[in-house]
């Protein structure tokens, strides 16, 4: 064995694109076919160890084992929720935890619904993962690899992955780079088609007006749960950085440019914003915009004293949009048993680790 020598930390091999896979067994002194065979093995045959990859000589194996990792998500607990609902807590390689959810629909769809950081930044004060705070930034191959924890069991049981969500724990537009190369993995390594993943931002609207130019067919979603600036600031800290009118710009932008519908994600309040006046207000603001509104009835976290809202008036919220022109659905609750529903995602964040305090300073909402 030569350069990868064995004090350096371990490279998961999720991290690397096939371009730098091949740089990294030509560094082994491995002939550069052998990336080739290593690479249908991780995407073809997804194998979960190197011992699998069974045309690979027993030295190559015994060098990967000494210098790489496939994969790096260490399965801490797994719960089955009644309704269906799967949810995995997996420990990062510095300690962190993160959560990530497989939901079945009854038309055949199975979910993944995955972290895009340990922690989040943001402060949501309606949302237990914004109520741990930030731990730090998953890499693309950590949030790859959840989708391909759920796509390898899948397989065992003759079902596919169809489609991925960006609502786990952590906001990926605070994580662009990593999310979106992530977003390509899910399509590359995963074939899962653009179309059938979505990522969803609490509304950062520079993020949103990049994400409009990438040329991607993948759904966005934006989290609005409010029409009112001083009252959207104060469940959601990050509208005192981009108030309403600048993310709804950078939403027209997204539509002009992609001409693909957005989703604003609302998240009903008893008396906070499930009103009729809300809802007249809500449907002004989206009026003439191609989009649609997912109203998701509160999901219970510890620190916060809201209720959901009645179905009823979640059903004449919905009937005023309507009169703007404005379609809605009401996204089934799922998972709230394991505490896997939207919002509820919570582990403890390790905060001693020196990644942790690299993460805190870019954690600055405005980064
Ligand atoms: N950070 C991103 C994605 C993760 S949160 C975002 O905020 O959009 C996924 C969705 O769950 C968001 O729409 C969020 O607003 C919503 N959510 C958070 N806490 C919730 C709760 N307690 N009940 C219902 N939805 C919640
Ligand atoms: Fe973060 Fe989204 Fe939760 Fe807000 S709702 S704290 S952005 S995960």
């Given amino acids: 064995m030569d350069a990868a020598a064995t004090d350096q930390p371990k490279v998961n091999l999720y991290d690397l694109n096939r371009q730098e896979l091949g740089d990294f067994v030509a560094r082994l002194g491995e002939a550069r076919y052998r990336a080739k065979q290593i690479w249908t093995w991780m995407y073809t045959q997804r194998v979960d160890r190197f011992q699998a990859m069974t045309n690979l000589p027993r030295a190559t194996i015994a060098k990967l084992k000494a210098t790489a990792t496939l994969g790096s998500l260490g399965l801490v607990a797994m719960q089955q929720s009644r309704d269906g609902a799967e949810k995995r807590i997996f420990r990062l390689r510095d300690g962190q935890l993160i959560e990530s959810v497989l939901m079945p629909y009854d038309d055949a769809r199975m979910t993944a619904c995955i972290s895009s950081q340990a922690g989040c930044a943001m402060g949501c ?26 796509a390898r069991e899948l397989a065992a049981r ?7 969500v960006f609502m786990g724990m952590g906001e990926p537009f605070h994580n662009y780079d990593a999310s979106l190369e992530a977003v390509r993995q899910l399509m590359t390594r995963l074939r899962v088609g653009a179309r059938h993943i979505t990522v969803s931002t609490v509304g950062l609207a520079p993020q949103i007006r990049r994400f409009a130019d990438e040329d991607l067919q993948v759904n966005l979603a934006v989290s609005l749960h409010q029409t009112d600036d001083a009252r959207r600031s104060a469940l959601m800290p990050v509208n005192r950085r981009w108030a ?7 939403c027209h932008y997204y539509v002009e440019q992609t001409n693909r519908r ?12 499930d009103t009729a006046d809300e809802a007249h207000r809500l449907g002004r603001l989206l009026s003439g915009l191609l989009c649609h509104v997912n109203i998701i009835p509160l999901n219970p976290t510890g620190n916060y004293g809201g209720v959901p809202a009645q179905k009823a008036t979640i059903k004449s919220f919905s009937r005023i949009l309507s009169g703007y022109g404005v379609g809605s659905t009401v996204r089934v609750r799922r998972g709230i048993d394991i505490e896997a529903g939207c919002g509820q995602l919570i582990t403890v964040v390790t905060r001693r680790s020196p990644i942790d305090s690299r993460g805190l300073r870019q954690g600055d909402a405005s980064a």
Wanted: with cysteine; aromatic share 12%; glycine share 12%.
């Fill in 158 to 164: 003759g079902e596919r992955l169809s489609n991925v």
């Fill in 125 to 150: 004060v309606f949302c237990a993962t914004g109520q741990m705070g930030f731990g730090r930034n998953l890499t693309a191959g950590e949030i790859f690899e959840q989708t391909m924890v759920f």
């Fill in 262 to 273: 957005i989703t604003f994600e609302w998240a009903a309040i008893a008396g906070e914003n």
């Fill in 244 to 250: 309403i009118d600048e993310l709804m710009n950078a």
